[in-house]
């Protein structure tokens, strides 16, 4: 089991959470980070959102965090 997958299955919660200003973390391998981004994409997709510009105002919101190596 992966981060990817959990998140997948919490999307509905995660997304609303993030919609009310939430952050996100991701914290490990950078090779993990397709996966995760892939998966986030399909999300976007199944509920009509560009994952382009929801990316976009997270990262511009400053919910988005990343450290990876």
Excluded: N, T
């Excluded at 959470?17 to 996100?24: A, C, E, S």
């Amino acid at each position: 089991m992966y981060i990817q997958d959990k998140v997948e299955e919490y999307a509905d919660e995660i997304f609303d959470r993030l919609d009310k200003g939430g952050h996100i973390y991701f914290c490990g391998l950078k090779g993990m980070m397709p996966g995760i981004q892939d998966m986030l994409a399909e999300v976007c997709k199944s509920k009509d959102i560009d994952y382009d510009a929801w990316l976009s105002g997270l990262k511009k919101g400053g919910q988005w965090h990343v450290e990876v190596y």
